[in-house]
């Protein structure tokens, strides 16, 4: 479904009981909330919710190595319910069916990404798990926005470029080692990150008309592009300083 990480982990080679407790509880409320939401009486949106939900736990599960999840993870593992859900409104016939109720869960999966990294920080709970579990998810979610924007709107399937960039920068590090080295810390890409989230969604609303949707989308695709280049520009200036 995602690539996890850039450079794995390692498996765990003992599992924390409070954790399958922990993934248990969220799988309880990713069913829970699941059946509240419009899709519920389709087949395939709850085969697709449900496999994206699986896909995380089985991450979690054969990554997380460290005892309980700890709360930033946990409010991680939050928005991976709702960005599951959302896979499942996607593929009941895109979100234009309860636009508003898909904005509502999207924009608190958003909220809720700054709310984890705040977490870790007070609570000095910072992990490269963590990291990429809260990368990863931002990911999927802006794939998946991206693809109801297509199947919502008039717009052209040029728009998945801006949900498979991050994809295709991790394939492109199978060809070229040196892109999967550590990147410095970087509000810029948090920033860039908030924007495209916040642009796809404005761009879904009934209220945006297709110019400024394709506006919008442009916006968040360029800035993504230059996030992209100042990186990897980084990775290859550090890989090649010493030749």
Not at 29 to 42: D, E
Not at 84 to 90: F, I, K, N, P
Request: glycine share 8%; charged share 10%; aromatic share 12%.
């Amino acid at each position: 479904m995602f690539h996890f990480f850039s450079t794995p982990l390692r498996p765990a080679g003992s599992r924390c009981a409070i954790t399958l407790v922990e993934l248990a509880m969220a799988s309880t409320l990713f069913v829970g909330i699941g059946n509240m939401m419009p899709f519920v009486m389709g087949l395939l949106p709850w085969v697709v919710a449900c496999s994206v939900w699986a896909v995380i736990v089985g991450l979690v599960v054969t990554y997380w190595r460290h005892g309980p999840l700890g709360w930033a993870n946990r409010v991680t593992l939050g928005r991976a319910v709702l960005v599951a859900l959302v896979a499942g409104g996607v593929a009941h016939h895109g979100l234009s069916d309860a636009i508003w109720l898909w904005l509502g869960v999207a924009l608190i999966a958003l909220m809720l990404d700054g709310v984890d990294g705040w977490i870790a920080r007070h609570t000095h709970s910072h992990s490269n798990f963590g990291a990429r579990f809260d990368m990863e998810l931002d990911a999927l979610l802006i794939l998946l926005l991206c693809v109801g924007l297509i199947v919502d709107t008039k717009l052209g399937l040029w728009v998945l470029l801006v949900g498979l960039m991050r994809y295709f920068f991790v394939a492109a590090g199978a060809l070229l080692p040196w892109l999967e080295a550590p990147l410095f810390p970087s509000y810029r890409r948090k920033t860039v990150c908030v924007w495209q989230v916040a642009a796809l969604l404005l761009a879904l609303t009934p209220l945006t008309n297709l110019l400024t949707a394709q506006l919008l989308v442009l916006s968040a695709l360029g800035s993504l592009i230059y996030s992209f280049g100042v990186d990897t520009w980084w990775l290859y200036r550090h890989a090649h300083k010493h030749q």
